[in-house]
């Protein structure tokens, strides 16, 4: 699903944030990237995504080879990715439905289909009764659920989430890991950015932990090995 080849990326200023970084996590598959602040973890989810670009090395994703994409072509890429970060970046001035909708109105869904998508996320994540409340009026949790409503109302193959938990307590927090945990038991591939080594340990999957942009401990395949692509 997700390999690196060899991937470094440096920022204007000449601040390294990845180096040499190689990994392939397999379809279905949920892994976690630890490490310091400043380590790279927001890099390298960001590459996945293509909101950033490697300076060198090859990214695979499901096959493609996201450095021949063209930037007409990302919007295409991104439909088959959840994003969720640790700050929501939810519209304040719209219901939660509205909110979780946002992608499937993008994509051109017809309202009906919209309607049942957004029931059916918001009840995967136990918000089915808020889908009429104003953001600003749920808690942190909640507000971070609709976030991830939002990111798989399409129903994506992949999930990437940026800290997710960074701003709750221990409690909301095992909480929302669980329910990442059930999204890959139905198939989709996750890959979590978080610092909570505790709770990671918990959990029981495997990790990469990221050292000044480098990998120190790899626990899902070491080698990128890439073969025929898109």
Do not use: C, W
């Not at 602040?37 to 950033?52: D, F, P, Q, V, W």
């Not at 919209?114 to 104003?134: H, N, P, S, W, Y």
């Not at 950015?193 to 709770?199: F, K």
Request: glycine share 10%; hydrophobic share 40%.
């Amino acid at each position: 699903m997700i390999r690196f080849d060899n991937i470094s990326k440096r920022y204007p200023g000449g601040f390294e944030a990845l180096s040499g970084i190689s990994f392939h996590l397999p379809r279905g598959k949920l892994a976690y990237l630890t490490g310091h602040s400043g380590a790279g973890k927001s890099t390298l989810l960001k590459l996945i995504a293509m909101i950033e670009r490697p300076n060198r090395g090859q990214i695979i994703l499901d096959g493609v080879n996201l450095n021949n994409i063209r930037n007409s072509r990302i919007p295409q890429i991104r439909r088959n990715i959840g994003i969720i970060f640790q700050n929501h970046h939810l519209l304040n001035d719209r219901p939660v439905f509205d909110n979780v909708a946002m992608p499937l109105v993008i994509q051109g869904y017809r309202h009906r289909a919209i309607g049942k998508r957004v029931r059916a996320a918001l009840d995967q994540v136990g918000l089915l009764g808020k889908e009429k409340a104003a953001p600003i009026t749920l808690s942190g949790g909640e507000q971070q659920r609709v976030g991830i409503a939002r990111a798989i109302v399409h129903k994506p193959a992949l999930l990437l989430a940026d800290e997710p938990t960074g701003n709750l307590d221990p409690e909301l927090s095992r909480e929302i890991m669980e329910l990442f945990a059930r999204f890959n038991q139905v198939g989709t591939t996750v890959m979590i950015a978080s610092h909570d080594l505790d709770l990671i340990q918990q959990m029981g999957y495997p990790a990469i932990s990221l050292n000044q942009g480098r990998i120190e401990r790899n626990e899902v395949e070491p080698e990128a090995s890439v073969g025929a692509v898109a």
